[in-house]
């Protein structure tokens, strides 16, 4: 990465002051004279923080850093206790600027780069693709962070007071986070972190998040479905057709008594609304006693899964009593103090019977323990989906007594009109008929929801199939990187001759 200082201007109270670098540059003063300073201000121009001298606290307004890249000289200017960095280059001769985040990233501020703050911008100017790190190094799922312009710098400057003990931060009294971010870089700069590494994880970290949003827009679609009764395609499907069906016959009933005459004997509008309310009696009826014994079942099931967790609370207390206990061997009567006599090598020392205590084998333990989560579990579940059970019987239940009372608000209103078994019955019909038709209408909306599931759900289990996909291919990259030493040795070859010229 070439990245060359060219100048230092610091703007003061009293004017201007301007350093400008070679390519070695050496200073040398009086302890005081600022000589660390400059170091320190190179860094707050690049998104550090900084501790003014006595000196800069009276006089220090801003600083403007220019450095030559490998795209372009970038000039950085930050003014004192600012959070962002005024930035501008010239590529093509075409002159470039923006104001930039100098550290926390608050989007995306030149369009289509990717670029949120000042490190993503000198990455960019030197052709450099940031590097990618895990935030969190224990969990596989944590989302990828970029690594710093500045994580990589702090190598360039060594403190003078801790030289030859925290250049790499990994001392136990480092702080946990330095100790991190340097790992990475070092990770990084050996070669154990390359970009098809990196483009591996930030795929499979948008495949997560894809994944994510599928899942949560199937729950939601799936408990629409279940709120308004419809549990499948098939259901509404079947629904719509007997609709249509009802509604078939509904109009065949109308064309049939409009053809008769009026004097033609029919069944009045009473008679039939009250079969239907007797018809809708029943099924409430009936509902009404399915829900009695879901709800024995689900009471027997819950003392089930009671009786299970007292026995294995029993049960682990007994192990424990065992390990205690087993190991023992009473002189004593543990009641009376007295001496126990002589017991045969098979029985109990204390009660005189046969032995039967035996420690119980820790696997097996383990086995009983399993068990007896597994089964808590299947009656958790089956208590879950008999409460599902339930909420759609009662959700059944209303429709249909709203129904009923429907009907007995038809009924009243019937009575009290004069009109003839005729006129009744075909008002009748046709109230039905509208009745109908409104609820055939209302299906429509709800038949694009079983679609649009089914959809969400075939497009999770690509993403899932896919994410396998990625692990697999980031497995072998993460273990091609780390087996390339190149850089390792590189480094190693460095060291040694600088040891060696250094005497």
């Not at 799922?141 to 994580?151: A, C, H, T, V, Y």
């Not at 005729?422 to 009745?435: C, D, Y």
Request: aromatic residues 6%; contains cysteine.
């Amino acid at each position: 990465m070439k990245f060359v200082l060219k100048s230092l201007v610091l703007d003061l109270r009293q004017g201007q002051e301007t350093l400008t670098f070679a390519g070695i540059s050496y200073f040398w003063g009086q302890m005081g004279a600022g000589k660390s300073s400059i170091a320190k201000l190179i860094d707050y121009c690049l998104g550090g923080t900084i501790q003014l001298s006595s000196a800069l606290q009276a006089e220090f307004v801003g600083a403007t850093l220019t450095v030559e890249l490998e795209r372009s000289v970038l000039s950085i200017e930050r003014q004192r206790d600012a959070s962002n960095a005024f930035a501008s280059w010239t590529v093509d001769g075409e002159v470039h600027s923006v104001v930039i985040p100098a550290r926390t990233a608050a989007g995306e501020v030149i369009a289509q780069t990717d670029i949120e703050t000042l490190s993503d911008l000198i990455f960019w100017l030197s052709g450099i693709q940031p590097p990618r790190v895990r935030k969190s190094k224990l969990k596989a799922e944590s989302k990828m962070i970029r690594l710093s312009f500045r994580d990589l710098f702090w190598y360039c400057y060594l403190d003078q007071d801790d030289i030859d003990s925290s250049f790499f931060h990994l001392e136990e009294d480092a702080e946990f986070y330095l100790r991190l971010k340097s790992r990475d870089v070092i990770r990084y700069v050996i070669g154990y972190h390359d970009e098809r590494v990196a483009d591996l994880e930030a795929e499979l970290d948008q495949l997560r998040a894809n994944r994510t949003a599928r899942a949560a827009a199937i729950n939601s679609l799936t408990k629409t479905l279940e709120d308004v009764g419809a549990g499948s395609e098939l259901q509404i499907a079947e629904r719509e057709a007997s609709l249509k069906l009802a509604l078939s016959r509904a109009d065949e009933d109308i064309r049939t008594l409009r053809e008769v005459t009026k004097f033609q004997q029919t069944d009045h509008a009473l008679d039939l609304i009250a079969r239907r309310t007797a018809r809708l009696g029943g099924l409430i009826n009936r509902i009404n006693e399915t829900t009695r014994e879901l709800a024995e079942v689900r009471e027997r099931h819950i003392r089930h899964r009671n009786e299970i967790e007292m026995l294995g609370l029993k049960f682990r207390r007994s192990s424990a009593a065992r390990a205690i206990l087993g190991g023992v061997e009473f002189v004593d009567c543990p009641r009376c103090l007295q001496h126990l006599p002589e017991r045969s090598r098979l029985c109990c020392d204390v009660c005189g019977q046969e032995d039967r205590m035996e420690l119980a084998d820790p696997a097996e333990q383990g086995a009983i323990e399993r068990d007896i989560v597994a089964r808590r579990a299947d009656l958790e579940d089956a208590i879950r989906a008999i409460d599902r059970n339930l909420e759609r019987l009662r959700r059944r239940q209303d429709a249909l007594l709203a129904s009923k009372a429907g009907l007995e608000t038809k009924r009243n209103l019937t009575a009290e009109e004069a009109d003839s078994a005729f006129l009744s019955t075909v008002l009748l019909k046709e109230r039905e008929r509208a009745a109908l038709q409104a609820e055939l209408d209302s299906l429509g909306w709800l038949l694009r929801l079983p679609n649009l599931l089914r959809e969400q759900r075939e497009a999770h289990a690509q993403i899932v199939a896919m994410e396998q996909v990625i692990r697999e291919a980031l497995k072998e990259a993460r273990t091609a990187a780390e087996a390339d030493r190149t850089s390792l040795e590189h480094l190693g070859t460095y060291f040694l001759d600088a040891l060696v010229q250094s005497g």
